[in-house]
């Protein structure tokens, strides 16, 4: 087959690729057939589509592709700086969709939406970090940020940090969370004690702590509150004031 011969197949192939999309959305293209349509926006004239399948095959899922480090996509033939562009670009899109989606919107009824935001922000770094959401006293949220990044597994995390960050936003509750790198959504006896201090500072400063998220390898996240553990932390709390009260 002649070069130019190859060039118009491949431009038809990807034209009737736009046209499946606009004509029947996202949700009839297979992940190999998302990942070529990205990879086609950093390359227009090349053929994305066995690197597609070799993407995908190599990580074994579009999500694990989209949170893959630059340098071990560009282990894969065709691959290179232009269409770590597109899928870059795309999660930077997607995040920030997402965050300010759950702006102004109730903490309790919209936790779904909240989980879906820090999956998406948090999921796949190979560093740990930990964001606050800052929320009103209807439990609206006003803000979110990543208040600290550390190591691979070792994140320092300061509450005079996250009281002065909450009180520059006038935030009268929280909601904290942070990423286990390893997938591993069990709390760590640091991440029991962090919360313990956290809850105590706030306490202090009439700033009601509501949760602390832990989010994995994976769409799941652990919930302080859901597993019964905040309200653990409240009663040694106010059993730990009354004592020093006394």
């Known amino acids: 087959m002649e070069k130019k011969d190859w060039q118009k197949k491949g431009l038809g ?6 046209d499946k999309f ?5 949700e009839s293209f297979t992940d190999a057939e998302v990942i070529e ?9 090349t053929d994305c589509k066995e690197t597609a399948r070799q993407a995908l095959k190599r990580f ?27 899928l870059r670009f795309v ?42 959401l800052y929320l009103d006293a209807a439990h609206a949220i006003l803000d ?6 550390g190591t691979v597994n070792v994140n320092t995390v300061y509450p005079r940090e996250v009281i002065k960050a909450a009180l520059q936003r006038n935030a009268c509750a929280l909601v904290v969370a942070h990423n286990h790198p390893s997938g591993n959504l069990v709390p760590s006896s640091q991440d029991r004690q962090l919360t313990r201090s956290l809850y105590l500072v706030c306490s ?17 996240t652990y919930s302080f509150a859901d597993h019964g553990l905040m309200a653990a932390i409240e009663d040694e709390c106010r059993s730990l004031l009354s004592h020093v009260a006394r």
């Open 13 to 18: 192939h990807r034209q009737r690729l736009r």
């Open 22 to 26: 606009l004509q029947q959305g996202i």
């Open 37 to 45: 349509m990205l990879l086609t926006f950093g390359t227009p004239r």
């Open 60 to 86: 074994g899922s579009l999500p694990a592709v989209l949170d893959a480090p630059e340098n071990r996509l560009q282990e894969i033939r065709g691959i290179g700086p232009k269409n770590l562009v597109a």
């Open 91 to 132: 999660q930077g899109v997607a995040r920030r969709y997402l965050k300010q989606r759950i702006i102004g919107k109730k903490y309790i009824r919209s936790s779904g939406d909240v989980a879906e935001y820090l999956v998406h922000a948090m999921r796949g770094l190979e560093q740990e970090v930990f964001m606050v």
């Open 144 to 149: 979110s940020e990543i208040l600290s990044q």
């Open 204 to 220: 202090f400063m009439h700033i009601n702590l509501l949760d602390h998220l832990i989010v994995g390898s994976g769409a799941q």
